[in-house]
């Protein structure tokens, strides 16, 4: 296995990773500036405000988006292996 295949499965591997994480990122952030535009509105400064409905909103992107996280998963799992049956 030469330099750039492994390079390619690294690039792959953390393209995979942003592509699984990042609706739970921007999830998180859209919850977390609507909860601080709130909490800036009523002068309300409590630190466990945000919690509850963040976790509630990755529990809803599970819920949505889990069988489009598993099938990235899967294919590049699937991909990894069929590559490492392909070497010498």
Do not use: C, Y
């Amino acid at each position: 296995m030469t330099q750039g295949q492994l390079l390619d499965i690294a690039r792959e591997a953390v393209m995979t990773g942003l592509l699984v994480a990042a609706p739970f990122l921007i999830v998180s952030l859209i919850i977390g500036l609507i909860v601080s535009i709130f909490q800036a509105a009523t002068q309300i400064h409590e630190q466990s405000i945000v919690f509850v409905p963040k976790i509630v909103a990755t529990g809803l992107v599970i819920i949505f988006m889990g069988s489009w996280i598993i099938n990235t998963m899967v294919t590049f799992t699937g991909d990894i292996f069929a590559l490492m049956n392909s070497l010498p």
